[in-house]
């Protein structure tokens, strides 16, 4: 099931592209308004999801790069050892391993994760997140999905044959 590292490589491919892309054209903390609810908003975040830790004194960039260091081995082996009906659980996977590369190559590069899209209402605002988190909270979904049976795939056992 490795064929399924295409969708990581995409993922990977946008998510670094989009940093990039603000990085070079917006300042630190500037905002764009695109439609209600929605800005581009550039920020650094130090720490994990919803910027967890994110004052810890520094060690967490480490401690957040090993680990996803770690859960993208783990998730390459998942996809690997992946029987050829699990087709969504692949596609999950794929997706938090592209997410997960992306954010790390920011920590190791940068040591904090570029965020900019900015979703929000009246003055409440979520925190700012990146292509690669939204690919990890698709993929996750999507597990949380098949591991309830939707999606799956019937096998057809050899004792019913």
């Given amino acids: 099931m490795l064929k399924w590292l295409w969708l990581s490589l995409i993922t990977l491919i946008l998510d670094q592209w989009s940093k990039i892309a603000i990085n070079g054209s917006m300042q630190l903390y500037e905002s764009i308004a695109l439609i209600p609810g929605f800005n581009l908003t550039y920020v650094h975040n130090t720490g994990a999801a919803f910027s967890f830790l994110s004052e810890a004194g520094g060690w967490q960039r480490w401690f957040f790069a090993f680990m996803a260091f770690a859960i993208s081995i783990v998730l390459t082996i998942w996809l690997y050892r992946l029987k050829r009906n699990e087709i969504l659980l692949a596609f999950a996977l794929s997706l938090v391993l592209g997410g997960a590369i992306g954010n ?11 965020d900019f899209l900015d979703v929000y209402y009246q003055t409440w605002h979520w925190p700012a997140f990146n292509i690669a988190d939204s690919a990890i909270c698709i993929g996750v979904f999507l597990m949380l999905l098949e591991s309830f049976g939707i999606g799956a795939a019937d096998e057809v056992e050899e004792s019913d044959q």
């Fill in 104 to 114: 790390l190559i920011d920590r190791v590069a940068y040591g904090y994760v570029i």
